[in-house]
């Protein structure tokens, strides 16, 4: 054991001395020479560089180990600045003049020959697109995401053992992101340049787009999904296989989520969203002048939006009658009204099944939103609304137009004129449904209500004697003059008829 330690001792001091000459070797050496040297006597020095491949990165690993112990060990100045003396010896004028050199060379030749870089690039990518066998390359492909894929399930497995390292690792995450936020208000910073300047910039990178590019995608993606399309309807003989296909993949999802902890999530989750929203708002609208510029940005949303909405149904409306003909025979057959009744009909049923659950669900919720109601601001509000709306009506006849007398009359034909219809078709109508409702009223409520009603009313006419009075004269005025007209109107028809 001793001699082969000993032996071990020796050959490691034999390899150190080796590797100090061969670093003085490569400090005064030039690459590209050292690289033909290296690979000069052809396959033997490849093979046997490949077979100590292993051996080397171990040994190179193990040196960078020791190496941080031993930087460690420094004095915190003293080894930083041997560090910093080694990386001082590094050119960076050398780089940056040979990354000037290479820009220079591409822009001469490609003010030479636009095309020439990408004749190359296409020569060499058509002949490594014929030389490759893309199937071996799905294969290796597929195997080395499944590979990384469970080796990194391993890696994970084996983190989750240790939580200590995890919660040191996820730490990391804030000192990314404030670094990122730092960088972020940097280049914000920087680009806070007169505004014609940063406009033109803008304004140049908008122009200089290939939008017409951008467009083709466009079509493009359209095209793709029509493609798809088409071969969903072959595969599946006319009909689609879409739906049985996200059908299949639905259930093996839903079949391990677990529901009650995405509830949870979602719960939490819209707590966590409400307090920051409320918490935001609270401190924008406590800053002097936050208010008005809050409203102020929403109401610049509003009037976008309307906007644009009018600018859009300005331009619907302005097209040809043809066009409106084609778009209602789009919708009347495109539009699929059964399954609009159908969706209907699934709510009512959805509704009435609540209310069988909880009859008086409805009423609570009523109760519980008209409670949270100021019925004095409700009242002040609807006054408001009643006298902008009658003094909108009076403010000249375009505004009340709408409302007009003879629009009016004519809803009140047309309602007129289907009544007549229905009732012409089922004479007992109106009785059978009018029989329904009476004899679902409860007479006993009924007498109660309109008791305390009259009662009411005339305590309120009493209350205000002027008004009721007005209202008494007026009213039996118009029953004085609508009889005095119909007793003319009867004795001239009865005259004429007479004659």
Known sequence: MGDSNSGDSSAAKFLTGNIMRLIESVESADPAELSRELFGDGQESFQ???????????????????????????????GAEMLADSLSEINGTEIGEAVNSLSQVIIRFYESDPGLFNKIKMTVASDTVGAIDFGKLRKRLTYQARMRTEYNR????????????LINLVSLLPEY???????????????????????????????EIHWEEMSGAVNGVSAFINTLRRGDLLLGDGGSDFTGVISSASENFMENVDFIEVARAVSALSEYVEAAATSLAGE?????????????????????????????????????????????????????ARE?????????????????GDPELAGTIMGNALSGVDSEQAGLAGKTLITGFGGALLAGPAAGEPLCPGVVATAVNNTLASFNRLSAEDPQLVARRLDRFLADLDEEQLGEAARRASSQITDA??????????????????????????????????EQGVR
Do not use: H, W
């Open 340 to 356: 609009l009744g159908t969706a209907i009909n699934s709510s009512l049923v959805l509704f009435n099944r609540f209310a069988a």
């Open 461 to 494: 006419a009493l209350r205000n004697p002027g008004i009721a009075r007005a209202l008494v004269k007026a009213l039996m005025s118009a029953t004085y003059k609508f009889m005095k007209g119909y007793v003319k109107s009867f004795r001239i028809k009865r």
């Open 154 to 165: 391993e890696a994970l497995a084996m983190m989750g053992k240790e939580p200590v390292a």
């Open 177 to 207: 992101v404030n670094n990122t936020l730092a960088l972020l208000n940097q280049l914000l910073d920087i680009l806070t340049f007169p505004p014609e300047a940063m406009t033109y910039a803008v304004f140049k990178i908008l122009e």
């Open 284 to 336: 924008a609208l406590g800053k002097e002048g936050g208010a008005l510029a809050i409203s102020g940005a929403l109401l610049s949303i509003s009037n976008s939006a309307i906007r644009s909405t009018s600018a859009i149904l300005e331009r619907a409306a302005a097209l040809g009658p043809e066009a409106f003909r084609a778009m209602a025979r789009g919708m009347k057959d495109g539009l699929d």
């Open 48 to 78: 046997a560089i490949i077979e100590a491949l292993p051996r080397i990165i171990n040994t190179a690993v193990q040196v960078c180990g020791d190496l941080a112990e031993a930087l460690e060990s420094l004095p915190a100045d003293g």
